[in-house]
């Protein structure tokens, strides 16, 4: 049965493991080729595999999002391979929380890196093909800590400042068929989530009830949750949606 991103291309950063897998598989599953970037060499084979045994294309590489010809290279690859570049999904993050006074340069500059300069590397090289076929879809992954969050003075920053380059590149780029948009998920269930457990030093079952307790909706996310959102902005129907930011995380968030 034909998906709706069938012979479409997504490209996702950071799609190795937790929300940037979900969202990998969602496109998968609705038709897509996809191709994954990822630092972590292991992750990256394993969902590799997992992927092919269940009859889906997808292309894999080891890549810094922070280098951009490491970045460019990647995404010249994944076009050559499928042909195409229709949508790109700028997932790849990493938390170095702290708080304010306790906070070194490297934990702030790595969380700027990744998420801003990451973000930036990707859309930059993926442009260009977007542009060239006159269609695309960038999608940003924010987060609710973009409206402040303790011990994220970095997170917080870096996710905010996410928000605006999505709407800049809406603007720039909305003439040439391109739509750049963001989703902001709350609380999510994935190995990051475990490693905010770990550092408060709480298990991660009592976050995630803790978490649950302030979120209206009453359960926690899941990474399918955020992949819904995203499907959404890539949908071809959803041209007309540009530079939102959508929070998804089960309540308002202001």
Known sequence: MAGRFENQ???????????????????????????????NEEALQEVEAEFRDEGFD??????????????EAAVKEA???????????????????????????????????????????AARAAQQYMVENKYGRIINISSTSALGNRGQANYATAKAGLQGF??????????????????????????????????????????????????PAGRSGKPEDIANAVAFFADQHSSFVNGQVLYVAGGPKN
Request: net charge neutral; proline share 1%.
């Open 58 to 71: 997808v292309f894999c590489k080891v890549a810094n999002v922070v280098e951009f010809d490491q970045v």
């Open 166 to 215: 999505t709407k800049t590149l809406a603007i720039e780029l909305g003439k040439f068929g391109i739509t750049a948009n963001a989703v902001a998920p709350g609380f999510i269930e994935t190995e990051m989530t475990k490693e905010t457990a770990s550092r408060i030093g709480i298990s991660f079952e009592e976050l995630v009830k803790a978490s649950i307790n302030k979120i």
């Open 9 to 39: 291309v997504a490209f996702v950063t950071g799609g190795s493991r937790g929300i940037g897998k979900g969202i990998t598989r969602r496109f998968a599953e609705e038709g897509a080729k996809v191709a994954i970037i990822d630092i």
């Open 79 to 121: 076009y050559e391979r499928f042909g195409s570049l229709d949508i790109l999904v700028n997932n790849a993050g990493v938390i170095r929380d702290n708080m304010l006074f306790k906070m070194t340069d490297a934990d702030w500059s790595t969380v700027m890196d990744v998420h801003l300069k990451g973000s930036f590397n």
